[in-house]
């Protein structure tokens, strides 16, 4: 499958936009009783594929939803590099390994449960950092639906063709190590609250999750990417780790 990307022009606005994200970004205050973070980065293990039919009373139904297991592409392990060199020079940083599927579906409650039961980190830590996926309403189609994670949205519009986009759906979480309590929680989004996503062209979208080209995988993990360091270091600001 011949894999066309977005125009040039669009990749341009993108990258617009991430600047002015970064621009218009508040800083909240210190959080200055930390000194070490644990970083728990739980977002890049699994790509969804999500898409919204045209059937009648479609926002009854769920849409179709399809998952495939992408821990091997690295993404989290970026996401923890990522936020070690923004926050390196301020904090002491380490790594904490954990097991995915303890923080892939979660509530307040259950992430407290499972932040109390880790074992103890090589290095003592003031706080942990988790990196979580974060459920919004649909900006990308419209619909009545929510997008959540990593994933490729496809909506089917009725004589309209389709509307496809590259998501990157997370949230910040920092958590007192001892019981668990949130001390902050920031979702990474634009300054004007809105969720940020990339455009895809039909190409982009397989006939099955498992059937990936290698194409389709490398521009899947480029725009998560891209989306990620677009939106992580507001979210990091916002959360008042780093200025």
């Known amino acids: 499958m011949t894999l066309r990307r977005s125009p040039v022009a669009a990749r341009a606005a993108f990258a617009l936009v991430a600047c002015i994200a970064l621009a218009g970004a508040t800083t909240k205050p210190s959080q200055s009783n930390i000194k070490s973070i644990g970083i728990i980065a739980a977002l890049g293990d699994t790509c969804m594929f999500e898409r919204v039919t045209d059937a009648p009373f479609q926002w009854i139904a769920p849409p179709q939803a399809h998952f495939l297991e992408i821990s091997d ?3 989290d392990d970026d996401i923890a590099a990522d936020i070690a060199k923004f926050l390196g020079k301020r904090y002491l940083v380490q790594s904490i390994p954990i097991e995915h599927q303890d923080f892939d579906t979660w509530s307040y409650v259950s992430l407290a449960r499972h932040i109390r039961e880790l074992p103890l980190p090589a290095e003592r830590v003031d706080a942990y950092l988790v990196v979580l996926r974060d459920w919004r309403a649909d900006e990308i189609g419209g619909s009545d639906h929510q997008v959540g994670g990593l994933g490729l949205y496809q909506r089917d519009l009725r004589g309209r063709g389709e509307r496809l986009g590259v998501f990157a759906s997370y949230r910040l979480v920092l958590v007192d190590p001892d019981n668990g ?29 498992n059937e990936l080209s290698d194409a389709q995988h490398r521009a ?24």
């Open 220 to 243: 899947l993990q480029t725009d998560f990417r891209k989306l990620i360091e677009a939106t992580l270091p507001r979210a990091l600001q916002r959360l008042g780790l780093l200025f």
């Open 181 to 209: 309590n949130v001390i902050a929680s920031q979702p990474a989004l634009l300054p004007n609250g809105r969720m940020l996503w990339l455009s895809a062209t039909p190409a982009l979208w397989p006939h099955t999750q």
């Open 73 to 75: 592409w690295g993404i």
